[in-house]
């Protein structure tokens, strides 16, 4: 299979079938071809890191370590800017590889290019925070100091929706505060998430050692979380792998933080813009092929406006054009593979067998899914119960706030959630009764902040949170020394 017509950055002869571990090298055994979703041509050819490959990775970056966590904080700090630099001055083909290794359209590069910069930006603040407190010494004129160290190495596992903005939220504060890492990006946008990611640190002039871009499949993540180098695992995907990972994470007794799926709700009370609503609910199932944790799964609407915002979510779905993202004007691109195309069609067509309607989509031509909207969805249907990550939007009707928190509350995960109503103190009442990490009023569900402690309750994660000060907490960890007389 011939690669031909990818972005002119970065130089292809540098990294093609390549990992990067102290500079581009051959993987030991694999390479692997990464397809364009919208045309099902090849786009690239990355190496596939062997389990071996992990440990020699592993071991690499432990020995760096000691350095790096030795660096003064300006060296870090310049580090983390220098990096910003080569994304700006990268930004168009970072964005062409966005928009054709993943098919989104092309404001969803730019979304995730500034929120990549964001986390940098962000880490270089956590790199100067004072790092610890003097405690009251438990003898008079004693010392005693708490203050954050660095774990060591950690592993950063991610997902294909999002990933040049997955690994940045990790990397950018693990590297801030003076760890070193190793980045497994999932094999479907090796790319986007692991070459891109290495260039931008590497033109930065991050020492080697430091950081490790090891494309692989599950395999490859199993042998990262397990290796008796890395201490801490930030990891984001499906609950499924969650599991895996925490067990193994569990046996090494290591630190894992676990950003996972999710079921979110968008409530539509009665007194709502709906017209301002629909379009929310609309960009929070439609963006990105509804390819998104944090993409709207249920549109929970009060009887008495149900059907104008309907009406207004069809509107939207069937004035969205599909196609290339490539192409000019294209908002719905192709979803990601035809494993995710099928499991999207499975979906919708089992709960219209069991009785939904479908008002706007609910066909493909290939992996190009139109935007669907639902509605006679019922509770046991899997458009309800399952998380679809496909443009699909199920309307649910509700008759009472109760009703409403409990249809929300009905899922076992709880990630995010909208809340829309012509008052923002009732809209806020009804959020506080959501169980989701997550909740935004007269909003979009789909939403991030590099200052956010971003994460779900539930099985949308283990009660960690990346972002903001929870990244502080999540990639160091403290130590307590106390001396006689010093003070
Ligand atoms: P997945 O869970 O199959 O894979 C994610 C990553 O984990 C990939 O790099 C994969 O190679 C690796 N992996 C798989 N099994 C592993 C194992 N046993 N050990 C170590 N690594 C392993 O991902 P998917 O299902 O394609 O991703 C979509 C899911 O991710 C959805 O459920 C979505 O909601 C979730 N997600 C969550 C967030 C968040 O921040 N909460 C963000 C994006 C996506």
Sequence with gaps: MAVTGAPAWPNAAEWTGMIYSEGWRNAESRTRHVIEPATGEPLAEVGMASPADVERAGARAARAAPEWAATTVSERVELLIRAGDALREHRAHVREWIVRESGGAPAKGEYEIAAGLAQLQHAVGLASRPPGEVLTPQVPGGTSLAWRVPLGVVGVITTWNAPLLFAMRALAPALALGNTALLKPDPLTPVSGGVLVAELFREAGLPDGVLHVLP?????????VAD?????????????????????????????????????????????????????????????????????????????????????LVRQADALPTGDPSDEGVAIGPVINEQQAAR???????????????????????????????DRVERTMPAFTEEIFGPVAPVIPFHSEDEAVEVANDTAYGLTAAVHSGSVPRATAVARRLRTGMVHINDVSAKDAANAPFGGMGISGNASRIGGTASLELFTQWRWMTAPGVS
Excluded at 216 to 224: E, L, N
Excluded at 246 to 259: I, P, Q
Excluded at 268 to 281: I, R, Y
């Design 344 to 374: 999207i069609e499975r979906i919708v067509d089992e709960s219209v067998a069991a009785g939904a309607r479908v008002l706007a989509g609910g066909t493909r031509d290939g992996l190009f899914y139109r935007p669907t909207v639902l």
């Design 216 to 224: 692989g499949g599950a395999q490859t993540g199993r042998a990262v």
């Design 228 to 312: 008796r180098h890395v201490a801490m695992v930030s990891f984001t995907g499906s609950t499924e792998a969650g599991r895996q990972v925490a067990r193994v994470a569990g046996e090494g007794l290591k630190r894992v933080s676990l950003e996972l799926g999710g079921k979110n709700s968008i409530i539509v009370l009665e007194d709502a813009d709906v017209e301002a609503a629909a379009t929310a609910g609309a960009v929070s199932s439609f963006g990105y092929q509804g390819q998104a944790c944090v993409a709207a799964g249920r549109h929970v609407v009060h009887a008495d406006v149900v059907e104008a915002y309907t009406e207004a």
